[in-house]
């Protein structure tokens, strides 16, 4: 039985960012479950020019490569229903650059 629920990239995420330990794992192979560790970078936010943050990234691209799509993060999918995101800046979204709460809502429609 296990006594925790994520697998060990995600444990490495959830504790401290460790992207560097999740891309390891992904070099020697590791494929399971690959959706919920996408989920997991996508939502780990880092030190911006950081070491964790070239990490994540690199974890990110290395999950695109393996067909995983992005943005994931149901914060960020609702975001760009509700706010005025420009598509150059949907990356920075996903990489955690920037977060929702800096892009203004749409305005309502002229009636």
Partial sequence: MRDIESTAPEYAIGVG????IAVWLLQQGFHHDLPSL???????????????QR???????????QGLVFPRRPLN????KERDIPPE????????????????????SPR
């Fill in 77 to 80: 999918l609702q975001a760009l």
């Fill in 17 to 20: 960012g460790r992207f560097d």
């Fill in 55 to 65: 990490s994540k990234e690199q974890l990110i691209n290395m999950l695109r490569a």
């Fill in 89 to 108: 800046a949907v990356e920075d979204l996903i990489m955690g650059r920037k977060l929702v709460w800096q892009f203004p809502l749409k305005s309502e």
């Fill in 38 to 52: 996408a989920l997991g970078a996508e939502i780990c936010q880092v030190p911006l020019n950081s070491p964790l």
